[in-house]
């Protein structure tokens, strides 16, 4: 089995981390991970994004043309990758900044109030973790165990007195994930 | 947000002529858009666009040739000055400038532009001493401080290993070649101004064949500093101002009286 | 060491530190640049000597050197960095002392862009550099096996007194991948004999490219030109998967070989006879090996991120007796499995109507697509 | 009446803040939503009339996003030529 | 015009000038700096550009700078320089502006010497910078060639928008021949639409080699390749003699080819079946002619003043089926009549007893000597 | 013509150690030969034949090494403060110096030269400027005179075209790395030993670590002047030295001391 | 018929010019002809010589290994070319300066006073042309006449009050070489 | 009896005068036979033993062909030491 994920926003939603949070959980449980950011120009101002491969054996390509799973942050991302998941794919848009709606009826997709979750249970700048929640409660490619130890594990000793929001905002994304309708 | 614009109100201010209408890929605060607009106010002021060429450098600038509605070429990282000489030398009636950044000019082209100065080409060059390589995500320069914490002087520019800041106005400044060179700051709306001014006698030079001229301006770079926009400027005034005093340190006699008297 | 999640340049750079290497020099470029980054860190930590170039120009000089001294060197950068130091590496030939050359190719020509890329492979493999010589070069294909090539590198440069490349593409520098980092290795404790120490208590040492004369010149080049036959007899490495059996061969390397993978897979286990041959060595290259799996296979399908450069070769070392076929993305675009097992299952299909087939072969190296 | 009037153009504007630094009358604020970019742009809120047209924000907007209008009254023509040259 | 006794390098410089060179930008160099030094003189005279650069990047970027311009520009060194120009060539290529470059090699690598050499023959070809490009690379064999190749070369180079080469060594550099010179043209009167002449009553124009997008920039590439395959299919230039009924085909360019030519004239009046096949466009490389030439031969004989790097492209064009010998010399080292007509022969009699024949055959590209 | 050498007699002057017993290959009178001479004296003087590494340039100097009797490398073209700065990175106990022609420091190598300077490697060059390209056979150098008939400026060097001599002792004194920069002529004996006198005191700055070095030596090329070695060293009088002013650039604080007091 | 002639001496010596002029002559009488020089650091001090060849059809190696005739002006250009003259070909030998003598029977060899004949007819300098002079009296590639046109054509108008001097010397060459026993 | 006399090796002499030229005491002149180089290389002429051994011509010699020797006389270990300091 293989997943590839497109996780998509702003420089400043944490969409590298968020990227690296799934490569390492995967790593954690023994299967084969690759992450690769798209860089270079778009470093400047404009959109980040990075793709996350998860497989049960070798990894060819880190890069795909058509992901199985696209979380799109912000709307520029939302219009480059809503037409690029895989049918049946699924797409986790954060709707508390995207108000278009996909219009693909052969996708699962999710509407995530992204910046409020992360709001009202930690920071804002946890978006990015409260998406990867509700894309785990769509796509049990990892459990969410695995991912919150994981998460306690890599964040960076000065960010240490985060820990506790970030699961409260990954456990909410889940929560919300699994509730909202598709 | 449009809103009537009652008859007897005149426009004091607006975008100049020979920027493109487009937004720039810069980051937000970054003062290169600065440099770029008052470029342009001084080619629309002096009715050169027409007959502008512009040698664009490798950095953050490299789409500079977007923005300013001239003709323009982009050159090799660091030879600008070399490729602008070609240009001037098979076109000597065009307005030929160059726009580099401190990695560009003051580090791999430090051959180039050192020789255009020695050689008086009839070229300006307007650098952007941001004291980092801000397109490859904040390096040190050999403009950087002593000190000063970069993605490849992680634990501050130490004088020992990565030697000193180079100071490219005062060095350039004693090459006979040199009709202008001066250093400007871009921190408040006063220093724009005068960089403004600076770069209005560097074009003069160059229409009046005295030779080589340059402005450095003391330019920010929020992103890779790892600060707002606002603290960008301060730390411009407060940390680089006094390792890169302003100045003019070659003016050419020709010039002096543009110095003097004001705004034209 | 257990594994960890490494990026590509990182992984090398540590590597390197891990080999023995004793100074970097290097000039920032992307997609290489935490390469240097992650050296001007650790080097600095290690007291051992890391210094930004003023210019890759002046980086590889640098090297050359810190190499006529012994000491191990190496510097690092990408495309239009690597056309800056084709002088330095001739002289580095020239005066056969050992260095170490990462190259993270980008997108050209000129300034290009900066996303993958295999557009260097005929600069680093057939002329790194004016007159007659070749580095040794190395192309790993997923982070462990840049590690290793890493080691290698460092090994095969004092082992023959040479310049060896180690080439990979924007992705495999830029991506992240579960690998395991060698033991730190002890720095050498004293410099080899033909190395500048300063001539105390023996003959001055000279090192230098120069030789006046065209017979001296001649009886170097001979020297040099046994010595890269040598390289050539013993150093190929290349990695062959599903090859028995098959009746179509991908040759691809680098991250065109990975996806090549992931197409041959897919198509082996939908039952194709599909078989990849992956060069490791780009210089010296695996012509023989090649050539032995081309008798038996019916097609041959070359897989790159330029306009068939490697392609060259692949034809030199099969002959006109086999067709060869060519997919190639440039720019920066990395092919997908899709689009490989696609002209793959296409190419198949045409040797059972071989008349089609010379319709279907793309003209000489540049890509049909 | 106020002595002038800007007119920002918000697509365009990267929130960076420094038209507001720069204004002397306090006249301009970050505003609340995103443009399409991503950016809080600035606006103008200039409840008692106060911008005086001086300029001094278009003057150091990185992104020249900012027109500046002004009343005609002689005396304050020396202002703007100061402000702009 | 009456013939002259005229010296290569001062030969070149002058067709150039006919030719309508505008703008001459270069730096000193052993065995090409007579070039330069006619420029200087001529140029100045006729009020044209004549600028000796601070460096060969610096020259390559003003050569760069003017072609942008439109104007006819050209840029001469020899091997070391040219190494250093790699970036500029490939940013020219980059961004499609014509220039014309003269290459007068010498012994390498590195420092090397300053004797004739054919060394660069890789360089030049296959990897003149980093990225998919390939300039069109003409090489004469006497001076009157030399000076109609240089009018050519301004030519092609105008008409591709392209990057041109002559390339010869520096016995072509330093010797006098009688040879014609052209007449004089006038210079273009204007500037071509695409150039950078001021945004006057038009549209901006932009010249640069950047493409961010890897669609963009592999859609530009495309483009490239297209032209690049036109060239290959309509500028391809040979030479014969003695072909009809050559049982054994020497293969050679420049000066290599004249040593070969007097061997293959004595040996014909000897009534040996050896002809002679001379690429003149070492790229576009006559890959079918001398395909079809080897059909009809027993056996080939490459001779070159390197290690055998136009070897490898012969070997590519005739194939496996006829077997190739090599004789080369390095160093600045000419080959001597004698030594051909020696080898030729030993060749012609291993043909008749075959099976000795792999024995003597050269290795990979190594001299046999 | 070997004589009685009687028993109160004693050598007051004789080849260096450091000089290998060879002839050179320079044209007769050319002072590159004195150069070697006075630099080989000071290596024994200050006994550091042992530790020292030259790297050579190209230019006629090209094959210093041969002459020398130190460990030697021999750098491309322009490059040996780069190569230097890698001997010396990796070597800091040993004493590394470069020698360098005008075209090979002040042409293409000018940017290589700055950086070193600018990061005040612990490296020192002789630096040789007979204003041309000797080894080439006499074309301009950036430090050839106005006027000056070479054989790539064959009406004379046009500074509108071919710009202006450049003064590298100066231009180098100006970075804050340079611990001691100055010129010195070796057109006659006096001021051979003042050549010499500053080439001590260019190694000591090296020996104590006090940053970049550099002695800067007009010196003749009689064959591509067209002149005798006589009138070679009367035109390094009274045509270079009015061009080139002799005298100290930069001292270092910490070797005022030594320029003061005479010979040691 | 093709003949090749090297000729050797110090820089000073007008080895390059005495090339030159041989060149020029053939080429006036419509023959093929090539010259090539030493180049490089033999500039420096050292010795110079050129390689002329004359020849009535197309000529291929600029260079030869055995030249048909070689002209040594000094000792070090000797002891380099006297063992390498083609068999039965001939030598000019400067013996105004260069004592030894070939031992090779195989030659004709001229010992010419070329320094003293040139002093002598004309300046010190000349003894180049005389040397050319001597070759000429020997190998008949070309006719005196020629030679002697070509000299008045090709010397620098500010040499020109030269040429007399030089046709003398050059006549006095031709019968010395033809009058001394090989 | 002469204060100095020197040695030059005439294989290495090139003949560049300088010494000669150096020499206040003009007892260098220059050689008529020829070296084996092809120079014609300086030689000591010193009928009157004028030789004070001042070493100027050694320390202008680009080719180090001289060596210089001088009877010890105290008070000349000044001139001595200035000369090749
Ligand atoms: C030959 C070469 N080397 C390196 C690079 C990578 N590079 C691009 S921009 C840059 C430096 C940019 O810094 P600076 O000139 O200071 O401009 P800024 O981005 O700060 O405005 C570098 C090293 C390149 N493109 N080409
Ligand atoms: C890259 C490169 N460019 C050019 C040359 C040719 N070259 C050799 S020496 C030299 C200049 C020598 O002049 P200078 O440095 O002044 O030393 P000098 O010979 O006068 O002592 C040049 C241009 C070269 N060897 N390599
Ligand atoms: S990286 Fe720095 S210099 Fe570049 S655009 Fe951003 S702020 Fe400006
Ligand atoms: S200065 Fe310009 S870009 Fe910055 S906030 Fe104000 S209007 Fe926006
Ligand atoms: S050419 Fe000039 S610099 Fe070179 S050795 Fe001769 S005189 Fe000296
Ligand atoms: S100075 Fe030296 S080389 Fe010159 S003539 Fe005197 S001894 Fe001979």
Redesign the interface.
Known sequence: METSIIIAGFGGQGVLFAGQLLAYAGMKVGKHVTWIPSYGPEMRGGTANCTVIISDDVIGAPLVAQPDVAIALNSPSFEKYEPLVKEKGLLVVNSSIITEKSQRLDLETVYLPANSIAEEAGTIKMLNVAAIGAMLSRRPVLELEVVQATLVEHMSKKKAQLVEANLRVLKRGYEAGSLVAA | MVTQVAEQEQVVYERPRSLVDVPTHYCPGCTHGTAHRIIAEIIDELGIREQTILVASVGCSVFAYNYFDVDACEAAHGRAPAMATGVKRVSPDKFVFTYQGDGDLASIGAGEVIHVAARGEKITTIFINNAIYGMTGGQMAPTSLIGQKTTSSPFGRDSDLAGYPMQMAELLSVLPGTAYSVRRSLHDARHVIQAKKAIRIAFKAQLLGLGYSIVELLSSCPINWGMTPEESLKWVKEAMIPVYPLGDYKVADELKALTKKGRR | MPKQLLKGNIAIAEAAIRAGCEAYFGYPITPQTELLEHMSRRMIELDRVFLQAESEVAAVNMVYGAAVTGARAMTSSSSPGISLMQEGFSYIAGSEVPAVVVDIMRGGPGLGNIQPSQGDYNQVTKSAGHGDFHPIVLAPSNIQEAIDLTVLAFDLAEKYRTLVFMVADGAIGQMMEPAELPPMRPLQDRRPEWALTGAHSREKNKISSIYMGAEELEAFNLKLQEKLALIERIEIRYDEQYIDGAELVIVAFGTAARVAQSATMLMREAGLPVGLFRPITLWPFPERQLAQIAKKAKGILVVEMNAGQMLHDVRAAVGPDIPVAFLGRMGGSIPMPDEVEERARALLAQMREPENYLLQESGNGHPSR | MAK??I??D???C?????CR??CPKDVLIIAEQ?N????RPA?LLDPEHDCT?C??C???????C???????VKKEARV??????
Chains 1, 7 share one sequence.
């Open positions: 002038g009037r007119v920002i918000v697509e365009r990267k929130g960076c803040e420094l630094e720069a995103l399409s970019k991503g950016y606006i047209g300029a001094l278009a003057v150091v907007c990185p992104d020249g900012i027109t500046v209008y002004r009343n005609i703007h030529a100061q402000a702009v040259t």
